[in-house]
C-alpha cells in the first residue's frame, strides 16, 4: 500500500509541475503579444531630442534610424498617408505639432476640417514621408472627416486620459474608420495628456483596449513635454516599414498603370486632323 501511495504521490507531483510549466508559458504568450505597448517612462522630462529607442518597435535595434529635418520638395523613397483622429480637446494637432516643429501651445485652437503635416524618417537605406493628417473632432464635423479617410495607410486613433468620454468613443472612431478606410489600414491607439495629475483612464484600460480592438500599437505621450511624440510617428514608418515589400509592389503597380494611360492618351493625339476623334 505505501508503494502504491508513494507512486500516485509522484504522478500527482508530475501533473502539477505539467501544469505549472503550461502556466509559465501561457504568460510568456500573453506578454509576448503585448510587446508593442509603450507606456509613460517614470521620468517625464526625457530629453526631448533623442529618440527614446526603448518605446520603438520590437525589431528597431536591428535597423538604423534617423529622423530627418529640413527635407525639401521629393527627397524621399516612399511616403504614406497617416490621418490623427479623435474626439475634440485630446490633442491631435498638439502632439503633430510637438513631433514635426517642436512647439507646443496650451491655446491651440480647435481645428476645423483638417491640417497637413509631414515627418521625414530614415530606415536603413529608405526615407519614408509620413503625411500627417491633422483632422478636426468636433461632432458636427465627423461626417466631413469621412473623405479623408481614403487611401490611409495607418491611423492614430487619440484619446485624453483626463477625459473618459474620448476614450469611451473610440469605438465610434473605429467603426467609422473601417466602414472608410482601406481593410488593411493599421490603426494605433495613442493615450495623451499623461503630464496631467488628474489622470481618469488607467494603462491597463488602454492595454486592454489595444488587445481588444487587435490594434497595431498602443502608447502613451505627452504633447506638452514631449514624451513619446517623435517615437509615434517613428512607431508609424516601422509598422508600414513591415510590409515595405507590398507598399512598393503596389506603387510599381500605380506608375505602370499609370504610364499606360499616358501612352493611350499619346496615341489619341496622333489622331488625324479629318479623323472622328469622339
Given at each position: ?92 494637432s498638439c502632439i503633430t505639432l510637438k513631433a514635426t516643429q517642436d512647439i507646443f501651445k496650451e491655446d491651440i485652437a480647435s481645428t476645423i476640417g483638417f491640417?497637413?503635416f509631414s515627418f521625414h524618417v530614415k530606415i536603413d537605406d529608405k526615407i519614408f514621408k509620413l503625411q500627417i493628417w491633422d483632422t478636426c473632432g468636433q ?140
Open positions: 500500500r505505501l508503494q502504491e501511495e508513494e507512486k500516485e504521490n509522484d504522478i500527482t507531483g508530475k501533473k502539477d509541475e505539467n501544469i505549472n510549466k503550461e502556466e509559465k508559458e501561457e504568460v510568456k504568450t500573453s506578454t509576448e503579444k503585448d510587446d508593442e505597448v509603450f507606456l509613460a517612462p517614470e521620468d517625464n522630462n526625457i530629453s526631448k531630442e533623442k529618440i527614446n529607442y526603448k518605446n520603438l518597435l520590437t525589431h528597431a535595434p536591428k535597423t538604423e534610424i534617423e529622423i530627418l529635418d529640413n527635407v525639401v520638395g521629393d527627397q524621399y523613397d516612399i511616403n504614406f498617408k497617416i490621418i490623427v483622429i479623435g474626439n475634440s480637446g485630446v490633442g491631435k491640417q497637413f461632432e458636427i464635423y465627423r461626417s466631413l472627416i469621412t473623405n479623408f479617410y481614403r487611401s490611409t495607410a495607418l491611423a492614430i486613433i487619440c484619446y485624453s486620459v483626463t477625459d473618459a468620454k474620448s476614450f469611451q468613443e473610440i469605438d465610434i472612431w473605429l467603426k467609422q474608420l473601417k466602414m472608410n478606410a482601406d481593410p488593411d489600414c493599421k490603426v494605433f491607439l495613442i493615450a495623451n495628456k499623461i503630464d496631467l495629475p488628474n489622470r481618469v483612464i488607467s494603462s491597463e484600460e488602454g492595454m486592454k483596449c489595444k488587445k481588444e480592438h487587435g490594434f497595431e500599437c498602443y502608447m502613451e505621450t505627452s504633447a506638452k513635454t514631449g514624451v513619446n511624440v517623435k517615437e509615434l510617428f517613428v512607431n508609424c514608418a516601422l509598422a508600414l516599414y513591415r510590409d515595405l515589400p507590398k507598399y512598393i509592389k503596389e506603387k510599381e503597380m500605380l506608375e505602370t498603370d499609370l504610364d499606360l494611360k499616358k501612352f493611350n492618351l499619346n496615341d489619341d493625339a496622333k489622331v488625324g486632323e479629318n479623323e472622328c476623334t469622339c
